[in-house]
């Protein structure tokens, strides 16, 4: 039962570059999300998707691109990082919207330096 | 847009004592959901409350779901060292869910 796979787990940038986080699901769902976990934030919504080929925003899109080409996979792009961005990145998705329970994945964490 | 609140945001008890938690959401629900977050984990799904003043319960915990469906409440009865973590609250209307800030617990033996 691989479930939501979040790769990688750990990652230090340097500002300004970029990189992707990737995330894959094999339980068919059709949602979709990333969080970004900061002490004392909670968890706060990303970006997120109904279903293949549909991406919206959530509460702290700036700065992060997804695309979501297939139902399994919803990678996260980082720009330009920046050091407000490091932060503890969750995948999460659910069988249909918001009527269901969300399975996280176990979490990618991210340094800018 | 949508904000979801919880209270407290930190919460120390002795092993035994009571604890509660509070959820209040900006907007009307469709559900709310609680998920507890161990340190270092993951969060972790607990319950879904649908219905306008739904009760639910699991062994020691018990969740309340607001007659306006805009709040809601986890209560753990005796606590025991392996309640010790992060609860969250997450609040869905439409196609997004909105999780709260948490509230960490801490159970002194």
């Known amino acids: 039962n691989a479930g939501v796979t979040q790769t990688p787990k750990f990652q230090v940038l340097k500002t300004g570059q970029s990189m992707t986080l990737q995330c894959a699901q094999d339980m068919n769902h059709e949602y979709m999300s990333w969080y970004r976990q900061d002490p004392g934030m909670g968890l706060r919504l990303i970006h997120y998707?109904?279903?293949?080929?549909?991406?919206d925003q959530g509460e702290v899109p700036n700065g992060y691109n997804v695309s979501r080409s297939t139902t399994e996979d919803f990678p996260l792009r980082l720009l330009s990082a920046a050091p407000s961005q490091t932060s503890v990145y969750f995948c999460?998705?659910?069988?249909?919207?918001?009527?269901?329970?969300?399975?996280f994945g176990e979490g990618s964490w991210l340094t800018v330096v | 847009g949508q904000q979801v609140m919880q209270i407290p945001q930190y919460q120390h008890v002795q092993e035994g004592e009571d604890f509660t938690t509070y959820c209040n959401s900006s907007?009307?629900?469709?559900?709310i959901q609680w998920y507890k977050q161990r340190p270092g984990g993951h969060p972790v799904f607990l319950i879904q409350l649908v219905k306008s003043g739904e009760v639910k319960k699991q062994k020691r915990l018990t969740f309340q779901f607001g007659e306006a469906k805009k709040n809601s409440s986890l209560h753990i009865t005796a606590t025991q060292t392996t309640d010790v973590g992060t609860y969250f609250c997450a609040g869905a209307s439409y196609d997004k869910v909105i999780f709260g800030p948490g509230t960490s617990l801490s159970v002194i033996p």
């Open positions: 999460a998705s659910a069988p249909v919207h918001s009527g269901n329970t969300i399975y």
């Open positions: 998707s109904v279903g293949a080929g549909i991406t």
């Open positions: 907007t009307t629900l469709s559900n």
